[in-house]
């Protein structure tokens, strides 16, 4: 209840009026209507609902019909959109009317089958091979897949084959009766589907050759001019959503082999599968809290999605709503000051931190970086290093100190002018292509560096090459680098310090090293 005074010179009360209803939250969904798309989109709807949306479902109608009602404005939102090939027909003369906010599946593709004795296993091998099938390629029809008719007409063309298409019922019994007779044959068909698991002896082609080597992936797409009737929450959960080929599959199966709704099939997955679809609001279940005790309230009936509390946490003290799953937060212990005059006690102190390297640092300390490369630093003016040398500067007579002694071991007088810095004979340097014998072996041969390279890169053709993964050297191992990750040198080239020690054999091969 509010209550409101008048305060310019009145005293009356406002009428007592009870609190607004929460405003009215519609939203229009759709999907094609195709079975394996009408339960992945009961996900999203249910996920909707929970957020307090009125959802309008349209999965009843071909691809053909329901994109033009989406882009008309009588669709808000179409889960499934496989993209960027399937059901881009539709969408690319709109794109600047709708937004890709989430993906409902990794991928929904055109696939080619063909019975399992029949020998190839691409369709660059069925090209070569289409001498032993039937002239005959059998498609879905277009109702359920349009993308299968256009993709197997044109397959069809390419090789002279004729091309049919047929209902699914119609697909399974064809299909049975031809490998019944040991035919050679070709299907268009699509992934994920129930006809994959309920189908046997067909195997699908790897795609090698265009357009089968496409791939899409089933999205979720929302009007531009719907978008602000969805808060950044919902936009969030969207984005998160992701039911995946396999348990779309599976919904699919029970759709057609049980006679189950989609919207029933979704139900019951939604409640199989609590924990990730809970995740999907950033809900997080922790498996060692202790259980909720006995609900001593009225019993109340859950929505099908998981009605787990969401994005209020009760204050500490408080008791949930009956019938709800999650226990409360876990209240802290108040904290003591304790009396004047005592003295509060110590935390016990913490294990030494170990470094990399093996040694330790007490407790406060800070430790040293770890240890890197020295940096190539620039000689005086008339020096001429050859690539690769390292050297430390001339000093400056200017930045010393009194009495100090210059590289030479003499004393400049006061006035006198040092001589350039001699130039160092020209060295052979390992760290040249040309110095290591296995990087001329794989013809490198210049002046350039390759042991490192001037990145700092240790190539493998390099004389004292150390093999990269921490786990084949020592000195990671004993730092705790025990994995398969590279530490000589890492993947963005620098060359750890447990890297000088070397436990594995090395067999140098031309231009390779190769860990035995």
Known sequence: MRLSFVLMGLS???????????????????????????????????????????????????????????IAGEIDLVTGTDLPYNHAPWLWNHTDQFAVVGTVNEATDIVLGVPSYAGPAS????????????????????????????????FADSLGFT???????????????????????????????????????????????????HHNAGKIVVRRDSLEKLDSDTRNLL???????????????????????????????????????????????????????????????????PT?????TPAAGTTPEPGTTRAPYPTPAPETTPAAGTTPEQLPSPEPYTTPAGTTSE????????????????PAAGTTPEPGTKHTPYPNPATLAPGTTPAGGTTPEPGTTL????????????????????????GLTGNDNCCPTDDGMLLTCCDDHIPSSCAANAGCVEAGLTDNNNCCPTDNGVQLACCDQISVAETAQVGWVQVV
């Open 12 to 70: 009356a009360a406002e009428p007592i009026r009870p609190a607004d209803p929460p405003p009215e939250k519609p939203l229009i969904v759709g999907c094609p209507g195709v079975s394996f798309h009408q339960v992945a989109n009961w996900v999203v709807v249910r996920a909707l609902e929970r957020k307090g949306y009125t959802v309008d479902v349209v999965d009843n109608m071909p691809h053909r019909d329901m994109y033009p009602k989406f």
């Open 123 to 154: 369709v660059s091998e069925l090209v070569s091979a289409k001498g032993d099938f039937t002239t005959e390629l059998l498609s879905l029809d277009e109702d359920t897949c349009p993308q299968c008719v256009m993709m197997g007409q044109d």
């Open 163 to 213: 091309m049919r298409q047929v209902t699914p019922s119609e697909f399974q019994s064809e299909i049975q009766e031809r490998i019944g007779n040991q035919e050679k044959f070709v299907v268009s068909w699509y992934v994920p589907s129930y006809l994959q698991v309920l189908v046997s002896g067909i195997v699908n082609l790897a795609g090698d050759v265009e357009p089968w080597n």
């Open 239 to 305: 984005g998160a959503l992701f039911i995946g080929n396999d348990a779309i599959q599976q919904m699919d199966v029970k759709v057609n082999r049980d006679g189950l709704e989609p919207s029933a099939v979704a139900d019951s997955w939604i409640e199989e599968n609590q924990d990730l679809c809970n995740s999907f609001f950033g809900i997080l279940r922790n498996p060692d809290a202790p259980a909720p005790g006995p609900s001593t309230g009225p019993s109340t009936t859950s929505a099908p999605y």
């Open 308 to 312: 787990h509390a969401i994005e209020t």
């Open 363 to 378: 407790l406060g300390t800070t430790l040293a970086p770890y240890p890197t490369f020295v940096p190539k630093t620039t």
């Open 419 to 442: 001589a350039p810095y001699p130039t160092p004979a020209p060295e052979t340097t390992s760290a040249t292509c040309a110095a290591n014998a296995a990087c001329v072996a794989v």
